[in-house]
């Protein structure tokens, strides 16, 4: 059994946030099962779909006369935009409400889908044991990706890789590695192994982060809610609009 199923849960209830790519998605959940989702695959329009979506969600938890006990949220890395939007409504929820705030990495919210899903088989014979590797679209061929295996424990940490032949090279010699999230697709003529396999229509969902967020919320892993900022990995640049550059 994953590791991710593995949890004993505590009474809680909480806020899920995922602002990170183009879909905007919320979610509630309550000891472990999920009782309000909301999801939004049009983006990326965070800033109009958000804020009604929390809206209806903490209506939601105040009609069901649930305490809410803390706010998860997708920490990055990710859209710039998206990360910001999702982290200052968070952060505000937190304080008006005087709950814990959980923060989730990214890629690693994007594993359990992939998990829960079976997607992976336990061995592939004659093989090390398969490794799982998110990414998320960064530009031209270079993603945001992390190694882990399938008890969630990291293999390598997250970085933002320029994708070519020899990058994954040492990993799949010896393992099969499954690579997914809307950096994954772009990439898999440039990585060209036999070991490489792609899984599609993976995208990091509020009511996904149910597991993890309640994992760190029994293990104490809160933030710091004035402090707290998501991990962008790299420095925003801004654009000229395209008026501008004429």
Known sequence: MHIILEIKWIMSC????????????????????????????????????????????????????IPLDAVAVSSGPGSYTGLRIGVSMAKGICYGRDAKLIS???????????????????????LGEPLLCPMLDARRMEVYAGIWNRALKPVREIGADIVDGETYKELLDKHPVYFFGNGAAKCMEAINHPNAHLIEGINPI?????????????????????????????????????????
């Open 14 to 65: 909480i806020l899920h946030i995922e602002t990170s790519t183009n879909v905007c998605s919320v979610a509630v959940s309550h000891d472990g099962t999920i009782i309000y989702e909301k999801e939004d695959f049009s983006g990326p329009n965070h800033a109009e779909k958000l804020g009604v979506y929390v809206d209806e969600a903490l209506s939601f938890i105040d009609n069901s006369l």
């Open 206 to 246: 509020a009511k996904n982060m149910m597991p993890l967020a309640e994992r760190r919320l029994n293990n104490g892993m809160t933030e710091d809610v004035a402090y707290f900022v998501p991990s962008y990995l790299k420095d925003y640049v801004a654009k000229l609009p395209k008026n501008l550059l004429k």
């Open 104 to 126: 989730v990495p990214t890629l690693e919210l994007l594993c359990v889908p992939v998990l829960l899903g079976e997607k992976v088989p336990e061995e592939v014979e004659g």
